[in-house]
């Protein structure tokens, strides 16, 4: 009997541990040496979610540079030298994948940002700083009119205005500018939450985008085979484009991060490789049918 129970506890474990959480797409940016140019950024994830960067305007590649701690970050927006703020207009590129598209009802997003200039925005109230941009989602930060951060979870139905394609409005950033940041946005399948520097600074529980619902795939301008983009907005050329430094670059699909992961990552206790997760409510109904199994066997 002894060895049944040991049996179903090795089960349990490897059914708990394959329903937590899925890092999907997770930048590091240590495959480079500071002031090299990138050009393709690996994914440290699984899914093999390996970006190319983009330089559209030819000034220049996103270069590696110094992060918040030891380790390495990209820089966007700069001219070769990595001097002159908005010198330059380039940004990641990640191929669409089932991983990023179907992020499912949980799912956390997270990096390290700093912004250095929104003034190459032209002034437009719309021409907000991307970070991640396709036809699922977006993360805007504030813009030279709008203190504000904004999160776009968008419907089938991308049109402005339509109740599934609205605005986010999340907590302000621009006081941030020119300093590290740390953000992240969890959605545990009841209530969407902002932390910036590891603390809670935004919730809402009217949030109910169905993340598994398509967007991505329908067949409009820019959407079915568009990719993601980080550090640019995803529609034209010239659009949302991002001044500053990024690092751990992250996405998690289905599953949520809880506000201690969240504080680990932000403490550097953890990395996104490594930071625990909440079990799905599926695996949560198995443990519990097991400890009354092996109450019953006792």
């Not at 930060?141 to 599934?164: I, K, M, Q, V």
């Amino acid at each position: 009997m002894r060895v049944r129970v040991l049996l179903f506890l090795l089960a349990i474990f490897v059914i708990a541990t394959s329903a937590q959480a899925e890092l999907a797409l997770w930048y590091d940016f240590e495959e480079g040496t500071i002031g090299a140019d990138a050009t393709t950024v690996p994914d440290q994830s699984s899914y093999g979610n390996d970006g190319v960067t983009e330089d559209i305007w030819s000034y220049g590649l996103p270069k590696y540079t110094a992060s918040h701690d030891s380790s390495n970050a990209l820089l966007f927006g700069y001219d070769s030298t990595m001097t002159t703020a908005g010198g330059g207009w380039n940004n990641i590129s990640v191929p669409k994948s089932d991983s990023i598209n179907h992020i499912g009802q949980q799912w956390a997003m997270g990096m390290w940002i700093r912004c250095d200039d929104v003034a190459g925005y032209e002034g437009t109230y719309g021409n907000y700083p991307r970070i991640l941009s396709c036809p699922n989602y977006e993360i805007e930060l504030h813009a030279p009119s709008d203190t504000a951060s904004y999160f776009w979870p968008w419907d089938e139905d991308p049109t402005w205005g339509n109740p599934g394609s609205w605005d986010m409005t999340t907590a302000p950033t621009a006081s941030y500018e020119g300093s590290w940041m740390h953000m992240m946005l969890t959605f545990d399948g009841d209530t969407f939450t902002q932390y910036i520097n590891g603390s809670p600074v935004f919730t809402a529980t009217d949030f109910a985008h169905p993340f598994d619902d398509g967007t991505w795939d329908q067949d409009l301008p820019y959407w079915t085979d568009s990719p993601l983009k980080i550090a640019k907005g995803l529609s034209t050329d010239s659009y949302g484009w991002f001044i500053g430094a990024l690092d751990d670059v992250a996405i998690w699909e289905n599953c949520y991060l809880d506000s201690d992961a969240v504080s680990d990552l932000y403490n550097g206790y953890e990395t996104p490789g490594t930071v625990g997760t909440i079990p799905e409510p599926m695996t949560l109904v198995l443990l519990g049918l097991g400890g009354v199994f092996l109450r019953k066997r006792g």
